[in-house]
């Protein structure tokens, strides 16, 4: 099989091939938060940056990208990375290629359904449906309801895998 990772440079004329093949797509946004001062001031130049990471034409391409960090050289944080998607800041503030910002149901999709997609388990990943593990997170707030910036803010308060409670944050268990 085959995928696409990281996907800093994908040229937007790839895209509706990619698409038309079923290729997955795998955006390594942090390295807009991480990386993304140094791409613009020294590495590939404020011309380049702006066109980084196009997370918002793939999904208007037809394709079912993914949120990903690489961990544990970077934190596994879903929240963050639909953060930086969202916002397109980098670690100083600036924003690069912004038009390519995602909203909050394309960020969460990026992190569940299509990951499951991406995966090839869909059939029983990815979303909350009768015959589905019942994989899931509590949080303190709706993501929904919370300013793009705070979303790296929410704390999980419980997990369940398989419908099972494997952690909560009051300790009960």
């Known amino acids: 099989a085959v995928r696409v990772e990281h996907a ?9 091939a990619l698409a038309k093949m079923q290729v997955p797509v795998s955006f390594h946004i942090n390295h807009i938060l991480y ?13 380049m940056a702006q066109q980084v990471l196009p997370v918002s034409s793939a999904f208007a391409s037809g394709l ?5 960090a690489d961990s544990p050289m970077f934190p ?12 397109r800041q980098t670690s100083s503030g600036k924003q690069l290629n912004v038009q390519q910002a995602i909203d909050i149901h394309q960020a969460l999709r990026a992190m ?10 869909e059939e029983q990943a990815g979303s909350l449906e009768p015959g589905k593990w019942a994989d899931l997170l509590i949080v303190d707030r709706n993501p929904y309801a919370t300013p793009a910036a705070e979303l790296d803010q929410l704390q999980v308060q419980a997990v369940y895998l398989a419908g099972r409670q494997q952690f909560n944050r009051a300790g009960e268990n």
């Open 8 to 16: 800093v440079e994908l040229p937007l004329d790839r895209l509706p």
């Open 112 to 121: 569940t359904i299509n990951g499951a997609y991406q995966l090839r388990i």
């Open 64 to 68: 079912r990208p993914t949120l990903h």
């Open 76 to 87: 596994p944080e879903p929240f963050s990375l639909m953060q930086t998607a969202m916002t």
């Open 35 to 47: 990386y993304g001062d140094a791409l613009e001031n020294s590495i590939i130049g404020r011309r």
